[in-house]
């Protein structure tokens, strides 16, 4: 199919996808929709130099999730070269305590203070819910290493919920 | 451990904001047009949408419905849009009908074909593409013309004379049609006289009646005919330049 017929179509079905891994990577609305923006612009981009052969065989939800994981990582990146300046994190405990939220925000809070490691096999597997496989070709690792990287998190998250 | 419930819906009008700033887009002019200003997009495939006014958020929103594109303004217009504007002759124009049915494409390419101060009728269309019998289908098709205007759709009138129907309604049709020289109360005229073809007896040649040929022939000299087969009977061959009987290329 045509990119420029694709490109729509894509964006209308895989927003929620995208936004949701946006979202529970950082934890913060804002930052989520930038890094949205910043997930399509680059797949327009990638799009428009591709053969229709590869446009076909593309499984558009995984791809997206991929680019959006590569987009966080390398935001974060770039973040730990330069010092922040304003609040630390703004999902940080002090500012935005845990108690008091219904169960699926204390959830997402959570969720959003695991361990970079951890949190995007965590996100990808039980919240986007792509295969192990997919994880695995996202991160770029092992799937026994994405296992045991989801295993210990979903770990950290039981401990967390049995003290809050 | 049940994770599924952080599923979140996207903010409102996301898929929106995305749209508007990443994804194809085509380049827009505001240009002068036979009746008032024209919002004329375009795209390395050609001229794919024209709409009426100025009205920047109108045009995004029709482009965003019809081609499922964006849009941005400029200010150069696609090579030869300001000359086909002015004349009339729009060869050499390329159009972007990529979202079109072949169907709807060889009707638009049909319209192209008649000369700028001229009129053909919905059966005359209908026979150019080879399908005479889907004379209504033409209509429908010429009503969802993305480029009015510049693809001359205004071209196209009912076969008993009347004007018909348009796009942005029958009054700008009419008043596009007598900007380009056409004597539209001849056309209803011979429209409702039942005149379809007229022939000139020192050539024996008939034509549509507002072949600019047929025009130069005196009333002394004109012949009428109801059919293609009452002028064949009297002896007339069809016009080369007004191709009054068109068959399918």
Redesign the interface.
């Known amino acids: 199919m045509d990119a420029d017929l694709l490109f729509p179509r894509l964006v209308r079905a895989h927003t929620a996808d995208v936004w949701t891994t946006a979202l529970r990577l950082t934890g913060s609305h804002a930052d989520a929709e930038d890094l949205v923006q910043e997930v399509f612009t680059s797949a327009w981009s990638s799009l428009q130099t591709w053969s229709p052969d590869r446009i076909d065989a593309l499984r558009p939800r995984a791809w997206l999730v991929t680019i959006t994981l590569n987009a966080w990582r390398n935001g974060l990146r770039s973040q730990s070269r330069r010092p922040q300046t304003g609040p630390l994190l703004d999902h940080d405990a002090a500012v935005h305590p845990v108690d008091g939220l219904d169960e699926d925000e204390r959830l997402g809070e959570l969720v959003a203070r695991l361990p970079e490691a951890y949190r995007a096999p965590v996100v990808l597997r039980h919240v986007v819910g792509l295969s192990y496989a997919e994880i695995a070709a996202a991160l770029d690792c092992p799937p026994g290493t994405v296992k045991a990287q989801v295993s210990r998190g979903l770990a950290l998250l039981r401990k967390e919920l049995s003290w809050t | 451990?049940?994770?599924?419930?952080?599923?979140?819906?996207?903010?409102a009008g996301?898929?929106d904001?995305?749209?508007a700033?990443?994804?194809?887009a085509d380049d827009w002019v505001l240009v002068d047009g036979p009746a008032g200003e024209l919002m004329v997009a375009f795209n390395e495939h050609g001229i794919s949408y024209v709409l009426a006014g100025d009205d920047d958020d109108a045009l995004a929103r029709q482009v965003r419905i019809r081609l499922?594109?964006g849009v941005r303004r400029v200010q150069k217009p696609p090579a030869g849009l300001v000359p086909a504007l002015r004349t009339g002759r729009t060869r050499g124009l390329r159009f972007d009908l990529?979202g079109r049915t072949p169907f709807e494409q060889a009707v638009l390419r049909a319209a192209l074909r008649i000369p700028r101060g001229e009129v053909r009728s919905y059966a005359w269309v209908a026979a150019a593409i080879g399908k005479p019998g889907a004379v209504r289908a033409v209509g429908s098709a010429l009503g969802r013309n993305p480029v009015p205007v510049v693809i001359p759709c205004h071209r196209v009138v009912r076969a008993d004379g009347r004007i018909g129907d348009y796009v942005w309604g029958g009054a700008v049709k009419r008043t596009i049609l007598r900007g380009e020289g056409l004597d539209i109360d001849e056309v209803e005229r011979l429209g409702s006289a039942g005149v379809v073809f007229t022939g000139s007896d020192t050539t024996r040649i008939f034509c549509v009646p507002t072949c600019k040929d047929a025009r130069r022939t005196t009333a002394a000299h004109t012949v009428s005919f109801r059919n293609a087969a009452a002028a064949a009977a009297a002896g007339y061959r069809p016009c080369l330049h007004c191709d009054p009987v068109p068959t399918a290329a």
């Open positions: 451990m049940d994770l599924t419930g952080l599923r979140t819906a996207a903010p996301l898929v904001r995305i749209l700033t990443t994804g194809p499922d594109r990529r």
